[in-house]
């Protein structure tokens, strides 16, 4: 396939592919094309895409030439009239010959998309491109606004309000950047370090993000670190399932300062990658970030062969778990860049009866239609968060899918209780299922390691500060019903106007660390008497509902009542339960099809 249709497929995926574009591309392992070539053709046609739009409209070269969709025209035509080495297509190429036919026609209509823009030379254009302001008139509101976190491994957030973000205004609330034009940035309450923009400005070139300053991540993804919450006393901290980097870098972000002002710190951050291919990108990300130094990378290696009792983890403290999950809660085209398509102009009998154009079908003509294909396609896939497609075309495929994922999470989140001097965990997802969530909270707080152990869960009250303050919380029907357990969950949904992707965190504490790593039962029952307290000192933070509680309190007539202000309710396809759990991530006789996203 050439690399003008790869670069066409993946701009016109579905909505529920999910992704930005870069993760679009980079996760693909089937491309033929270089990616970087993929993603250069792909974000270039598409700020150009207004003016293309108009030039292959004029030029007619729609209807003249059957091979071009309106995709490829716009590709085609982009790089023969603006990128230096032409179609890169051999001579005699199909595609190459339909448009080079036309060179002058199109060359014309640019210089008079140029002309009435009224900019005299090619250069002066492109300048108007690049600074967005051909884009300046549409000033819609995004879905989502752009989440940028401070770097504070590199800079400070003082810092990049007077560089990076110098002459924007600050905007009072998260929807205050939304609007496209908006030149504002908004800085989050409950993240330190966290700053809102539109997503419409360019960041991609400044500086501070290609020198590693400023980290794009959406608010919700950053909860996990900041929840984790590593001190130096915690030792040792593994991310299990670390690429692209976003929380692995966090967290050292985070480590270094807890560690102000103690001098030297001496905590090793264990980055674990199972995928061999990610794991350069976490290598690339962590060097950028500049935790390099001491964050020791496992590229390749699966966690759940890690054996916990080795010497090299006897001082791991804190873990964090953001395994592969259904990615229902990524936010779909709103990472994309937006394509203005052409239309083909239509033959209509004039009314003399002669043969006469129509004017061509209009952009929301256009849009409309991918609407529809895109809705039609909402029940086809499901994409994991690290870019797995799996055909899902009936609940039971789903439940099944559900399943294996699960039964996954809860496999990991177990491995991770039996490492011996572990006291904090944060177990995450990028997705909206109670399956994937809740579900899996509950059955590992009733497992036997997590009851040997002393795991409990963290309750609301002991959380970080930021995440205490955070409103939306678990949902308590797939929480056994316990609204205490829902209240220490924590949940982000997409669309309710916090700007958040959909996403799922829950804490896991123990108080007492003995040398065998089996926690004294009666210590735990100790501890467990400020369960489900409002408010508790900032240093206790890490205390919650302990596993032999929620045992209890499953055997109890009486039960919590579940959490009555909840802004989360449960999709109908989270109402399945599950019986028995099995490994593996695809469902019994479910082919994956790798790499489709
Ligand atoms: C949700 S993504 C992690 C995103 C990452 N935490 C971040 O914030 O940038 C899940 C990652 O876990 C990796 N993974 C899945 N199973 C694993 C295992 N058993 N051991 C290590 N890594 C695993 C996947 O390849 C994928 O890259």
Same mark, same amino acid.
């Given at each position: 396939?050439?690399?003008y249709?790869?670069a066409?497929?993946?701009?016109t995926?579905?909505?529920?592919? #999910?992704g &930005?574009?870069?993760?679009?591309?980079?996760?693909?392992?089937?491309?033929?094309?270089?990616? %970087?070539q993929?993603?250069?053709?792909?974000?270039?046609?598409?700020?150009? %895409?207004?003016?293309?739009k108009?030039?292959?409209?004029?030029?007619?070269?729609?209807?003249?030439?059957?091979?071009?969709?309106?995709?490829?025209?716009?590709? @085609?035509?982009?790089?023969?009239?603006?990128?230096?080495?032409?179609?890169?297509?051999?001579?005699?190429?199909?595609?190459?010959?339909?448009?080079?036919?036309?060179?002058?026609?199109?060359?014309?209509?640019?210089?008079?998309?140029?002309?009435?823009?009224?900019?005299?030379t =090619?250069?002066?254009?492109?300048?108007?491109?690049?600074?967005?302001?051909?884009?300046?008139a549409?000033?819609?509101?995004?879905?989502?606004?752009?989440?940028?976190r =401070?770097?504070?491994?590199?800079?400070? @957030?003082?810092d990049?309000?007077?560089?990076?973000?110098?002459?924007?205004?600050?905007?009072?609330?998260?929807n205050?950047?939304?609007?496209?034009t908006?030149?504002? *940035?908004?800085?989050?309450?409950n993240i330190?370090?966290?700053?809102?923009?539109?997503? &419409?400005?360019? @960041?991609?070139? $400044?500086d501070?993000?290609?020198?590693?300053?400023?980290?794009?991540?959406?608010?919700?993804?950053?909860?996990?670190?900041?929840?984790?919450?590593?001190?130096?006393?915690?030792?040792?901290?593994?991310?299990?399932?670390?690429?692209?980097?976003?929380?692995?870098?966090?967290?050292?972000?985070?480590?270094?300062?807890?560690?102000?002002?103690?001098? +030297?710190?001496?905590?090793?951050?264990?980055?674990?990658?199972?995928?061999?291919? +990610?794991?350069?990108?976490?290598?690339?990300?962590?060097?950028v970030?500049g935790?390099?130094?001491?964050?020791?990378?496992?590229?390749?290696q699966?966690?759940?062969?890690?054996?916990?009792?080795?010497?090299?983890?006897?001082k791991?403290?804190?873990?964090?778990?953001?395994?592969?999950c259904?990615? $229902? #809660?990524? *936010?779909?085209?709103?990472?994309?860049?937006?394509?203005?398509?052409?239309?083909?102009k239509?033959?209509?009998?004039?009314?003399?009866?002669?043969?006469?154009?129509?004017?061509?079908?209009?952009?929301?003509?256009?849009?409309?239609?991918?609407?529809?294909e895109d809705?039609?396609?909402?029940?086809d896939?499901?994409?994991?968060?690290?870019?797995?497609?799996?055909?899902?075309?009936?609940?039971?495929?789903?439940?099944?899918?559900?399943?294996?994922?699960?039964?996954f999470?809860?496999?990991?989140?177990?491995?991770?209780?039996?490492?011996?001097?572990?006291?904090?965990?944060?177990?995450?997802?990028?997705?909206?299922?109670?399956?994937?969530?809740?579900?899996?909270?509950w059955?590992?707080?009733?497992?036997? *390691?997590?009851?040997?152990?002393?795991?409990?869960?963290?309750?609301?009250?002991e959380?970080? %500060?930021?995440? +205490?303050?955070?409103?939306?919380?678990?949902?308590?029907?797939?929480?056994?019903?316990?609204? /205490?357990?829902?209240?220490?969950? =924590? +949940?982000?949904?997409? !669309?309710? #106007?916090?700007?958040?992707?959909?996403?799922?965190?829950?804490?896991?504490?123990?108080?007492s660390?003995?040398?065998?790593?089996v926690?004294?039962?009666?210590?735990?029952?100790?501890?467990?008497?400020?369960?489900?307290t409002?408010?508790?000192?900032?240093?206790?933070?890490? /205390?919650?509902? =302990?596993?032999?509680?929620?045992?209890?309190?499953e055997?109890?007539?009486t039960?919590?009542?579940?959490?009555?202000?909840?802004?989360? $309710?449960?999709?109908?396809a989270?109402?399945? %339960?599950?019986?028995?759990?099995?490994? #593996? @991530?695809v469902?019994? !006789?479910?082919?994956?099809?790798?790499?489709?996203a």
């Open positions: 396939m050439s690399l249709y790869e066409a497929e993946i701009l995926a579905p909505s529920n592919a #999910g &930005s574009l870069k993760s679009r591309i980079f996760s693909r392992k089937d491309l033929k094309s270089q990616p %970087s993929i993603y250069a053709l792909a974000i270039e046609t598409s700020k150009w %895409s207004p003016i293309l108009e030039v292959v409209e004029n030029a007619d070269i729609l209807r003249l030439e059957r091979k071009l969709s309106p995709i490829l025209s716009i590709l @085609l035509v982009h790089d023969l009239l603006l990128a230096k080495r032409g179609v890169a297509l051999p001579a005699v190429h199909g595609l190459r010959t339909a448009v080079e036919r036309h060179r002058g026609r199109l060359q014309a209509e640019l210089t008079k998309a140029r002309i009435q823009r009224k900019l005299s =090619i250069e002066a254009l492109k300048s108007h491109i690049e600074t967005g302001v051909e884009n300046s549409d000033d819609s509101e995004a879905p989502y606004p752009r989440w940028v =401070i770097n504070t491994l590199k800079t400070t @957030l003082e990049q309000l007077d560089t990076t973000f110098k002459g924007y205004k600050r905007a009072k609330n998260v205050a950047v939304r609007q496209r908006s030149k504002r *940035v908004y800085i989050d309450e330190p370090n966290l700053v809102a923009v539109s997503p &419409s400005l360019d @960041l991609v070139k $400044s501070a993000y290609k020198n590693g300053e400023i980290i794009f991540q959406d608010k919700a993804s950053c909860f996990p670190a900041y929840l984790l919450d590593p001190l130096p006393q915690d030792g040792d901290i593994i991310d299990t399932c670390s690429a692209p980097g976003n929380k692995t870098t966090h967290i050292a972000a985070i480590v270094l300062s807890n560690n102000a002002g103690q001098g +030297r710190y001496e905590q090793t951050i264990h980055a674990f990658e199972k995928n061999k291919g +990610r794991a350069e990108t976490l290598e690339k990300m962590v060097k970030a935790c390099d130094a001491w964050t020791k990378l496992h590229p390749g699966d966690f759940l062969k890690v054996d916990p009792t080795a010497a090299a983890y006897e791991v403290g804190a873990l964090l778990l953001d395994p592969s259904s990615g $229902s #809660g990524i *936010v779909g085209r709103d990472d994309m860049p937006k394509l203005h398509l052409p239309a083909v239509q033959v209509t009998p004039t009314a003399n009866g002669k043969k006469g154009f129509s004017k061509p079908a209009t952009l929301s003509d256009d849009t409309r239609k991918r609407k529809r809705k039609q396609n909402l029940l896939v499901m994409v994991d968060d690290d870019g797995v497609v799996t055909a899902v075309n009936t609940d039971d495929e789903l439940r099944a899918r559900l399943e294996a994922l699960s039964a999470q809860l496999e990991l989140l177990l491995h991770a209780f039996a490492f011996p001097a572990a006291k904090k965990i944060a177990y995450s997802t990028c997705s909206v299922h109670a399956e994937e969530n809740e579900m899996v909270v059955k590992a707080l009733q497992s036997p *390691v997590a009851r040997e152990r002393g795991w409990r869960l963290l309750g609301r009250g959380q970080v %500060s930021g995440l +205490r303050g955070w409103e939306v919380r678990g949902v308590g029907e797939a929480a056994g019903g316990d609204g /205490r357990v829902a209240e220490a969950c =924590i +949940r982000a949904n997409k !669309g309710d #106007g916090y700007g958040t992707m959909g996403f799922f965190l829950a804490g896991f504490v123990r108080d660390v003995p040398v065998d790593g926690v004294d039962k009666s210590d735990a029952e100790k501890k467990g008497d400020n369960v489900g409002a408010m508790v000192k900032e240093d206790d933070e890490w /205390r919650g509902i =302990i596993a032999e509680e929620v045992m209890a309190e055997k109890s007539v039960k919590f009542e579940p959490v009555k202000k909840q802004k989360t $309710s449960v999709p109908a989270e109402k399945h %339960s599950f019986g028995k759990l099995r490994t #593996g @991530l469902p019994k !006789g479910k082919k994956r099809k790798k790499g489709k």
